[in-house]
């Protein structure tokens, strides 16, 4: 069985070579950035999300800690901390799992499954088991105010369509005044 240390190294490899954008803090393995976008056929299909990613010295055997830097409304997401309530990440969690589980499962599930009966946000779940319309109208305002322009470096191929537009206006406008003389 491999130390801890190696594993962190083939975890952390092997999300890098996997389709999201990872980005280190500082030289250590223990702390980086990883940009997740919201899964196909949810709320949160194309907002684009930082989550910050630590690994604990005892990493696998103990979880690693997980949070969205970028706001998000869900219930099981804390507002202010981006704090997740995954109980597979907070309790569960065991080394079988990695960090391309956490990516490409537990994040889409949380997200795709809300538990409004175990939040860390009560407002969305009040909401959400409340008046469903409204709550998945704020989470499409939440991903528009904050998953698509903030993202880092992904945030140009989310805003295309309202980009290509005001590009759009102002060259038509720029051709009609060039062609009128």
Same mark, same amino acid.
């Given at each position: 069985m491999s130390s801890p240390s190696k594993r962190r190294e083939m975890d952390l490899m092997?999300? %890098? %070579?996997?389709? +999201?954008?990872?980005? %280190?803090?500082?030289?250590?393995?223990? !702390? *980086? *950035?990883? $940009? *997740?976008?919201g899964p196909k056929?949810?709320? +949160?299909?194309?907002g684009i999300w930082k989550i910050r990613v630590e690994l604990p010295d005892a990493y696998p055997y103990k979880s690693p800690s997980i949070g969205f830097v970028n706001k998000i409304y869900h219930p099981n997401v804390d507002e202010m901390?981006?704090?997740?309530?995954? $109980?597979?990440?907070?309790?569960?969690?065991?080394? %079988?799992?990695?960090?391309? &589980?956490?990516? !490409?499962? *537990?994040?889409?599930?949380?997200?795709? +499954?809300?538990?409004?009966? $175990?939040?860390? &946000?009560? !407002?969305?779940?009040a909401l959400m088991m409340r008046d469903k319309t409204a709550y998945e109208q704020k989470v499409k305002e939440y991903c528009e105010r904050h998953a698509k322009h903030e993202a880092a470096g992904a945030s140009q191929e989310s805003s295309d369509d309202e980009m290509s537009d005001d590009e759009y206006d102002s060259s038509d406008e720029a051709v009609v005044g060039k062609a009128d003389p």
């Amino acid at each position: 069985m491999s130390s801890p240390s190696k594993r962190r190294e083939m975890d952390l490899m092997k999300l %890098m %070579m996997s389709d +999201y954008k990872v980005e %280190m803090v500082n030289d250590g393995m223990q !702390e *980086f *950035f990883v $940009d *997740f976008h919201g899964p196909k056929d949810s709320l +949160y299909q194309g907002g684009i999300w930082k989550i910050r990613v630590e690994l604990p010295d005892a990493y696998p055997y103990k979880s690693p800690s997980i949070g969205f830097v970028n706001k998000i409304y869900h219930p099981n997401v804390d507002e202010m901390s981006g704090s997740v309530c995954l $109980d597979v990440i907070n309790q569960t969690w065991s080394p %079988m799992f990695d960090l391309v &589980n956490v990516f !490409e499962v *537990f994040l889409p599930q949380l997200l795709l +499954y809300p538990n409004p009966s $175990d939040p860390l &946000n009560g !407002e969305a779940a009040a909401l959400m088991m409340r008046d469903k319309t409204a709550y998945e109208q704020k989470v499409k305002e939440y991903c528009e105010r904050h998953a698509k322009h903030e993202a880092a470096g992904a945030s140009q191929e989310s805003s295309d369509d309202e980009m290509s537009d005001d590009e759009y206006d102002s060259s038509d406008e720029a051709v009609v005044g060039k062609a009128d003389p």
